[in-house]
C-alpha cells in the first residue's frame, strides 16, 4: 500500500500554484512556490529539502520577485527611455496594476512612456519604438518568473526524491 504524504502534497500543490499563477494576473508565483518549499521545509523539521536548496531557492525567488515588480522601470530605461520617464513609467504602473491589473498597467506604462518620452523628444518614432520596447520588456519578465517557478517545482522534487 502506497502512503501519501499530505505535507508533500500540500507542498506540490503550493508550488503547482506558483506555476500556474506566473501566468494568472494578479497572483504572486513565485510567492507561492516559495510558500510551498517553506512548508515542506518547516514541516520536516528543516530536514528536506535542505538549507542550500532553501537558500538558493529564496534568493532566486526573491531577485525574480523585485524584478517583476520593477519589470516597467527596467524595460522603460533599457529601451532608452530617459531615468524621469522610467521612474513615471514605473509608478504608472504600480496605481493601474491595483486599480485596473495587469492588462491596465501594461497599456499604461505603455502610454506613459510613449508620451512622456514624445515630450522629451519630439520624436514620435523613437517615442513609440520606446513605448513597444517596454512593453516587451514587462511580457519578458512574466515569462521569466514562470520559468523560474517552473525550474523551483522541478528543484524541488529533485532535492527531495
Known amino acids: 500500500m502506497v502512503t501519501i504524504d499530505p505535507l508533500f502534497v500540500l507542498a506540490v500543490a503550493l508550488l503547482v500554484a506558483g506555476v500556474v499563477g506566473s501566468f494568472v494576473p494578479l497572483v504572486p508565483g513565485v510567492v507561492l512556490s516559495l510558500a510551498g518549499i517553506y512548508v515542506y521545509w518547516w514541516g520536516t523539521g528543516y530536514v528536506e529539502p535542505g538549507l542550500l ?24 530605461s533599457a529601451s532608452g527611455a530617459s531615468l524621469r520617464t522610467a521612474a513615471v513609467a514605473g509608478v504608472v504602473g504600480l496605481v493601474l496594476l491595483l486599480v485596473t491589473g495587469p492588462v491596465g498597467m501594461l497599456i499604461g506604462v505603455v502610454v506613459a512612456t510613449f ?47
Open 53 to 76: 536548496f532553501v537558500a538558493v531557492a529564496t534568493v532566486v525567488g526573491t531577485v525574480t520577485l523585485a524584478l517583476d515588480y520593477l519589470s516597467s522601470v527596467i524595460s522603460a
Open 115 to 161: 508620451v512622456l518620452e514624445y515630450v522629451r523628444s519630439g520624436d514620435v518614432e523613437r517615442s513609440l519604438r520606446t513605448g513597444i520596447y517596454t512593453s516587451v520588456g514587462m511580457l519578458a519578465s512574466s515569462a521569466m518568473q514562470a520559468l523560474i517557478t517552473g525550474a523551483l517545482l522541478v528543484g524541488f522534487l529533485i532535492a527531495v526524491w
